[in-house]
């Protein structure tokens, strides 16, 4: 599936990987996760193999955010804190992640049931499912926080402060972002541009605008459609 993938992650850094569908993104994500090894290559982890490095050592390391996402029939309090669920929750963390995420929009109560089926109990969006599920991710405060799509479902001004958010609160911490949204990856440190399972463009948003090749061919085409829609004076 993925071929010629030669690039360098710093702690810290914040990489957006970007492709059309069928690129390649979320199989280098599993990779990364070791859901599954390479059949050819190595993935370093400072200097060491991947596939030496105690499997619970590395997933203690990680934070991840697929876009099929679970949904869990509990309490709103214990839906966030399940990001952390060997620990007792800590109130403060999981009302600051439903802050980041804008879950705090809709919760009344932390200790409401999720899932009409209980008594008392209430369905959610797709969208405020899915912004429970990113406070989880900002509650697990990962060394490596990975993020597959994590807004798909999400409003535009919700997902502007959700990567506000990102930047400011996990300064320090290595985030990988995959999205379809070029809009949301400007301020990444670094863009991975996929395109049939090869690394066909890496650098900054600056960068890869200055090369005019197919990030900024994709970037400006998504522009130009948002351009399109305003409507006009």
Not at 81 to 86: M, N
Request: charged share 25%.
């Amino acid at each position: 599936v993925l071929r010629n993938i030669s690039s360098s992650i710093q702690p810290g850094e914040k990489v957006a990987i970007v492709g059309v569908n069928g690129s390649g993104k979320t199989t280098l994500i599993k990779l990364l996760c070791r859901i599954y090894d390479p059949t050819e290559g190595t993935i370093m982890i400072n200097g060491v193999d991947l596939k030496d490095i105690h499997l619970d050592d590395w997933q203690q390391a990680l934070g991840i955010l697929f876009q099929d996402f679970p949904v869990y029939n509990m309490t709103i309090r214990e839906s966030i804190g399940i990001g952390r669920i060997a620990n007792e929750v800590d109130v403060g963390k999981m009302q600051d992640a439903a802050k980041f995420s804008g879950a705090e929009e809709f919760i009344v109560d932390y200790d409401q049931l999720i899932w009409k089926e209980f008594k008392d109990g209430i369905d959610l969006s797709k969208g405020q499912h899915q912004r429970l599920a990113v406070a989880r991710m900002f509650y697990r405060d990962a060394v490596v926080t990975v993020l597959d799509e994590p807004t798909a479902s999400i409003d535009a001004v919700t997902e502007e402060k959700i990567f506000t958010a990102l930047e400011k609160h996990m300064e320090g911490k290595t985030v990988l972002l995959i999205t379809h949204r070029f809009s949301t990856v400007k301020n990444a440190d670094k863009i991975l541009m996929l395109e049939n399972g090869s690394l066909i463009e890496q650098g900054s948003h600056r960068q890869l605008m200055q090369i005019n090749g197919k990030y900024a061919g994709l970037y400006t085409m998504q522009a130009n459609r948002y351009l399109e829609n305003e409507p006009a004076e």
